[in-house]
């Protein structure tokens, strides 16, 4: 191998690189939020899940752009672990366009009359696009452009490379070169990050004779259980709900990788007939690009099988973070990838955060009544880590519907920290001094602003009433107070700490109302923007 073929192989591959990277980047800027509402529109069954899976990855080109995306989604709450698990097991089908466009176009014209024209005509419209979206759009099509002039170079180079790689030997060595096939091509997945690209390689190779049609079809498998890196790199230090996803995408493509080993000579036998009648290595690029789609069409029939008996092992295996943990459980980097995902899955930790604010409020009212729990309040350390993520989400570009959510969220968040020290201070008190301080009628109010549930379906009027019932309790708890006072039945001291503990309580009620608003929007509160509604798919 001289030195002009290393570098033909190294710069196709970058240019391949670049190509897919610039076409998926653009594709996803250009669709911007619309991606979020096409997911959530179809979703619904597992069919449509899986069609719309197959549908973005076919014109995104990149499966596990898509897959890191769904993971994101599920993170946030937009979609359950049912719904993004078809997702990615329509992408995995839809992965395979980028094979047939390889075989059927990139490999069998000059790829010039081709990638040249795309690149300046994507430039021009990045140039003087009227607007931000012909400019990704420009982008996409320059990066397309790009993808087959490093087919086109790395086609030249592996010409060469067929005269001193041992393919041939290692495809006649049985089941051992079949093995080490698939590890070669999980392999090479693993470390460009793109099963697209990998196949583009394989198949590029095919079609100069460096392999024989069972070792590529070895490579293939191989490089479809390669793909599952991304989504593993990606679940590292995630959410509960992003390594379940990770877990169920790797558990099907070995499966299916074990079931394709076992037919792997009657699949390749079905993809050499359907691909011309097995005349040898004329096909055997189209060959491989069916055998791609059979292995992935396997996969989704197997999982229309299995699927659910997997996703409740899944679930077992991977337990989300209790509700009072300090762990978080939407947040990750994985939702930063577009900004409704972020700040739906800032709105879903929030939300988290409110519930454990009111299940300590209910205790401290109430030990008896309430179940048990830690004395200190944990929401501390989730707090922090939400403004944190708050600030990494606010940097990116907000359209004006999500900044409205955003800045809401922002606000909802610091009204969580007052209410959490108000209840910090209220948590020092005896439980016998906040019983004697509080009427019976004073505790079953404050109790039912507490319950989320009894006041989130409430119209807003019907909220600020029970604040003004609150305010009504109060002042006629400090007049018994003082008529205590002056009946010398209750020392003054001692009324004044029970007037600033029922002080204490409406300041909580305040603040939960205010939470509320954010959290859980009154019914007769205006109809917010679909592509920027947080709460669909949410499962708390």
């Not at 087959?148 to 790689?165: N, T």
């Not at 002080?503 to 009154?522: G, M, N």
């Amino acid at each position: 191998m001289n030195w002009a073929t290393a570098t033909l192989s190294l710069g196709g591959l970058g240019l391949l690189l670049l190509g897919m990277s610039m076409m998926t980047d653009g594709l996803k800027s250009a669709a911007g939020n619309s991606l979020q509402g096409f997911l959530e529109r179809s979703t619904r069954t597992r069919l449509r899940a899986a069609l719309a899976g197959f549908g973005i990855t076919a014109l995104v080109q990149s499966s596990s752009a898509v897959i890191v995306a769904t993971l994101g989604f599920t993170n946030a709450g937009m979609l359950r672990l049912k719904q993004a698990a078809w997702v990615v097991f329509g992408s995995n089908v839809g992965t395979t366009m980028t094979a047939w466009i390889v075989a059927l176009v990139g490999l069998r014209i000059k790829v010039e009359l081709v990638a040249l024209p795309l690149i300046g005509l994507g430039m021009l419209m990045k140039l003087f696009g009227d607007n931000r979206r012909a400019a990704h759009i420009g982008i996409a099509l320059a990066g397309f452009g790009l993808l087959f002039l490093g087919l086109g170079m790395l086609r030249d180079a592996f010409i060469d490379v067929a005269d001193w790689i041992p393919m041939e030997r290692l495809g006649a060595s049985g089941a051992t070169g079949i093995m080490l096939g698939v590890l070669f091509g999980a392999l090479l997945t693993a470390l460009i990050q793109s099963s697209s690209a990998a196949l583009a390689i394989i198949l590029t190779a095919s079609v100069t004779g460096v392999l024989t049609p069972l070792l590529g079809a070895s490579l293939v498998i191989g490089a479809n259980i390669g793909t599952t890196a991304t989504s593993l790199l990606a679940s590292i230090g995630a959410t509960a709900n992003a390594r379940r996803l990770a877990l169920v995408h790797v558990t099907e493509k070995l499966f299916t990788g074990i079931i394709a080993l076992i037919l792997l000579g009657p699949l390749w036998w079905i993809s050499e007939q359907l691909s011309g009648g097995g005349d040898g290595r004329t096909n055997i690029s189209t060959g491989l690009a069916l055998f791609h789609t059979l292995f992935n069409l396997l996969g989704l029939l197997l999982m229309w099988l299995l699927a659910d008996r997997l996703l409740r092992q899944v679930e077992r295996w991977i337990k989300q973070p209790e509700l009072s943990s300090e762990r978080l459980r939407y947040l990750d980097d994985t939702v930063l990838a577009l900004p409704a995902m972020g700040v739906s899955a800032m709105h879903s930790e929030i939300k988290r955060v409110f519930k454990q604010l009111l299940s300590r409020g209910r205790i401290i009212i109430d030990r008896e009544r309430e179940p048990a729990a830690e004395e200190t309040l944990h929401t501390g350390a989730l707090l922090s880590a939400i403004a944190d993520y708050g600030n990494r989400i606010g940097g990116q570009h907000l359209n004006n519907g999500l900044s409205e959510m955003f800045l809401n969220l922002n606000w909802a968040r610091e009204e969580c920290m007052q209410l959490r020290d108000t209840l910090l201070e209220l948590a020092r008190f005896p439980q016998a001094e906040i019983n004697a301080a509080l009427t019976p009628t004073l505790r079953d109010a404050l109790l039912g602003i507490m319950r989320s549930g009894e006041f989130k379906q409430l119209p807003l009027e019907d909220r600020r009433g029970r604040l003004q019932l609150l305010k009504r309790l109060r002042q006629l708890r400090r007049a018994e107070l003082l008529e205590h006072i002056g009946a010398r039945t209750l020392a003054a001291p001692e009324a004044t700490r029970h007037l600033h503990i029922v002080a204490l309580f409406e300041d909580c009620a305040k603040h939960i109302l205010h939470i509320a608003e954010v959290i859980y929007p009154p019914p007769d509160a205006a109809e917010p923007d679909p592509a920027t509604e947080p709460e669909a798919g949410v499962t708390a």
